[in-house]
């Protein structure tokens, strides 16, 4: 198979795969804690409104509603775990997914956590790190767990598909 084939087929299924196991935590301490997950409709609202010209938001939730934006959200919200495993792949080498390990997908799943503090908060009115949000700490906690989640998620989605892959 194509190296360049054989790649995009590892991160697409890499990607996805971890974002699914991601998402599943997040719904399983939504049913036992109460913790709401985030809403991908308001991050499809803020990619609609990107596309118009406009990065920040005072706050996304009062912001003109995007047609379309869960789906938009949710496809974002997808393709960023593709590309976060592209990421991966890139700095650990493609060999990573026949035999993974951990400490590389958990280390890149915490790096991670600079798109939200840096990038999705700021634009959807949060602030850098969610520092205008009630409680920053605690939203910052959630960001970092949920980051960890998705390096395990990393991991886990390569176990999993490893075999499936030729050599």
């Known amino acids: 198979m194509n190296a360049a084939l ?3 087929i590892a991160a697409l299924l890499i990607g996805a795969g971890a974002t699914l196991f991601m998402d599943m935590l997040a719904a399983l301490q939504k049913r ?15 990619i609609g409104h990107l596309w118009r010209g406009r990065f920040s938001h005072e706050s996304i939730a ?13 496809l ?6 593709v590309a ?9 080498g493609v060999e990573w997914v026949h035999e993974p ?8 799943g915490i790096a991670t956590v600079a798109a939200p503090f840096l990038i999705l908060q700021p634009g959807m009115g949060a602030g850098n790190a ?8 605690i939203a ?3 960001s970092l767990a949920t980051h960890i989640s998705f390096g395990i998620g990393l991991y886990v989605a390569a176990l999993i598909v490893a075999p499936l892959l030729p050599d």
């Open 32 to 46: 036992l804690l109460g913790v709401r997950p985030l809403n991908y409709a308001l991050v499809g609202r803020w």
């Open 76 to 81: 974002t919200h997808y393709a960023v775990g």
């Open 130 to 137: 969610a520092r205008k949000t009630p409680r920053p700490n």
């Open 101 to 108: 390990t951990p400490g590389p997908a958990i280390l890149l």
């Open 62 to 74: 009062a912001a003109p509603a995007i047609r379309g934006e869960a789906a938009l959200g949710w």
């Open 84 to 92: 976060f495993a592209g990421l991966l792949l890139a700095l650990w």
């Open 140 to 142: 910052r906690l959630r």
């Open 6 to 8: 054989s790649f995009g």
